[in-house]
Nanobody, 120 residues
């Protein structure tokens, strides 16, 4: 069973930094990408950043230049370095893992979420 465990959330002042970590475990076949999504109160979950198995990254426009996604395959961990945080970055951040192959449709797995709160 695939498990994703996030850590690193917390309370920070505007302009500060946080680094989120997500460790994966379990049998995983045909991994295609990992990433981070977030959901603020009353809003839909939105993409923050993703990284493919080839190392290609994608960011939401709202975080470009401030956030950086990276991975450590040996540690089975994906990171999200968040700098210059703004109050509007306040949300629950979820780790995501996607799998797909020629024979199976895409399947997404989610972590339990970690709260990030940015005070003004």
């Amino acid at each position: 069973q695939v498990q994703l465990v996030e850590s690193g959330g917390g309370l920070v002042q505007a302009g500060g930094s946080l680094r989120l970590s997500c460790v994966r475990s379990g049998l995983i076949f045909s991994l295609t990408r990992m990433g981070w999504y977030r959901q603020a109160p009353g809003k839909q979950r939105e993409l923050v950043a993703t990284i493919t198995v080839d190392g290609d990254t994608n960011y939401a426009d709202s975080v470009k230049g401030r956030f950086a996604i990276s991975r450590d395959n040996g540690k089975k961990t994906v990171y999200l370095q968040m700098n210059s945080l703004k109050p509007e970055d306040t949300a629950v951040y979820y780790c995501n893992l996607a799998t797909a192959s020629r024979f199976t449709p895409e399947r997404n797995y989610w972590g339990q979420g970690t709260q990030v709160t940015v005070s003004s």
